[in-house]
C-alpha cells in the first residue's frame, strides 16, 4: 500500500504539514480526503497552492480509496490529510491500510459536547467510538503534533480522559 502516513487533522494542509510531515514520511503525494471540502471548488483551488509544490489532489472519500488502491498509486508515496476520524475511518473500511496513522489537530466543532486530549485536540464521545474502530482496523493509533515528537498511544491518550 503506497499510503505512508494519515494524519487525521481538520486544519488540513499547513506548515506542520508541508514542513515538516513531507519531508520525515517521504510523502510525495498529499491527499486531502473528504467529501465537502472535495465538493468546494474554492477549496480544491486554494489547498494544493497551500502545498509548496508537493503535488496535491482534494478528493472524496470513494475517490481517495479508488486512487489509493489503484495500480498507478504503487509509483507514489502517498500522505493522506482526513479532515475528521469519520474519513479516517471511512478509507480504512474501503481498504486503505496506511503505515501509521496520526491524530494531530481536532478543535472543537461549535455545538458538541467534547473532551480535550491534548491542547489541539478535542474528542467527542462519537469520535472515541470511531477512534476505536479505526484502531482495531489497522492495528494502531497514535498521536504525535510533529515528526520530532515522541509518538503516544492515542488510545491510551483517551482513557486518561476517561473517553
Not at 509548496?52 to 478528493?59: D, E, F
Amino acid at each position: 500500500m503506497p499510503v505512508k502516513h494519515m494524519r487525521i487533522d481538520n486544519r488540513l494542509i499547513h506548515g506542520q504539514v508541508t514542513v515538516a510531515w513531507v519531508g520525515a514520511v517521504g510523502a510525495n503525494h498529499l491527499i486531502v480526503a473528504n467529501d465537502e471540502v472535495a465538493a468546494d471548488e474554492f477549496q480544491r483551488v486554494l489547498l494544493p497552492q497551500a502545498s509548496r509544490g508537493v503535488p496535491t489532489s482534494v478528493l472524496s472519500i470513494a475517490d481517495t480509496v479508488a486512487h489509493c488502491t489503484s495500480p498507478a498509486a504503487d509509483r507514489e508515496q502517498i500522505m493522506i490529510l482526513a479532515k475528521f476520524p469519520s474519513d479516517a475511518l471511512a478509507l480504512v473500511e474501503g481498504g486503505i491500510r496506511p503505515a501509521e496513522v496520526n491524530v494531530g489537530n481536532q478543535a472543537p466543532r461549535p455545538g458538541s459536547k467534547f473532551t480535550m486530549v491534548t491542547r489541539s485536540i478535542s474528542v467527542t464521545a462519537e469520535d472515541a467510538k470511531v477512534y476505536r474502530q479505526i484502531a482495531e482496523l489497522v492495528g494502531h493509533l497514535r498521536s504525535q503534533m510533529m515528526p520530532t515528537d515522541k509518538p503516544d498511544d492515542f488510545l491510551r491518550m483517551m482513557a486518561k480522559k476517561k473517553l
